[in-house]
């Protein structure tokens, strides 16, 4: 029994798991810098929709004065939070897929050997792709500005708390779906199929009364979606206030998909040692 507890691994200290926390942030940097089309697409899309489409649906979506504006807003000014909560969207998705291309690869394997806590990698992963997309949703703004959307100064620090929330969503979102994809090919497809509903199927583009006079149904599918409350919750808080419905929808969605990010990965059901092997074999 001395033995056994003498040989028995000890537990990594706290400076190991600052080291993980700081090796892995700094790869998702060093990715980020030398993939300069990544952060170009980024702001490419929602530039699109605030510059052409925003010009074009202007006369036609008009908002009335809904909370949190206290006046009539221009559409520009409206669909603003929902495309900066796109950008954490699209970024969620590509953290997932530099996930599966790493695990074909075997970089994945390599990371979840570690002798610290599944969960901590795994959460160590998704806080540096929110701070990745929380850099390229303040970029967005600094264009935006430049058009003349302007929040409330204070907004641009309220705003990044509920930027953060929704970016841990959207990235344990992603993961989630990193875990459930066998091979890289059929990403794009899942992808498509996950982005796209949940953006259009949420007050984005158009506020949900509007919805709810054309389709009582489809007002419930954006009431359920959480992209809707991720987007809400940052609409508040770029005018200093709070949703305390969006808080609570977003966080308890962080929570149960990084529950069953990490338990899709957890070595014990074998889903990475299978489908590494069936990567060893193509």
Known sequence: MSTLSETRPSPPSLARYAICLKGIVWREALRFLHQRERF??????????????????????????IP???????????????????????NGMQSSLSMVYDREM???????V????????LSAKLL???????????????????????PPPIGYLTVLPALILSGLM???????????????????????????????????????????????????VCELNPFTHAVELVRFAL???VNWVSLAVVCGCTFGFMFAAILAYDPARGVLARRGAAGGET
Do not use: D, H
């Open 40 to 65: 170009v697409a980024a702001l490419v899309r929602p530039l699109v929709w605030l510059f052409i489409f925003a010009a074009g649906f202007r006369q036609v979506l008009g908002v009335s004065i």
């Open 68 to 90: 949190p504006y206290e006046v009539y807003v221009l559409y520009e000014e409206y669909i603003t939070p929902g495309l900066m909560v796109m950008i954490q969207l699209f």
């Open 106 to 112: 075997g970089n994945m394997r390599t990371l979840l």
């Open 114 to 121: 570690s002798p610290l806590p599944r969960w901590y990698l």
């Open 128 to 150: 540096a792709g929110t701070a990745v997309s929380v850099l390229q949703v303040y970029a967005y703004l600094l264009i935006a500005w430049f058009w003349g959307i302007e």
């Open 170 to 220: 959207l990235g344990a979102l992603g993961m989630l779906i990193s875990s459930l994809v066998k091979q890289l090919e059929n990403f794009a497809g899942v992808m498509n199929f996950v982005i796209f509903p949940m953006f259009f199927a949420s007050s984005a583009l158009y506020p949900l009364w509007r919805v709810r006079e054309s389709s009582p149904l489809l007002y419930y």
């Open 239 to 241: 005018y200093a206030q």
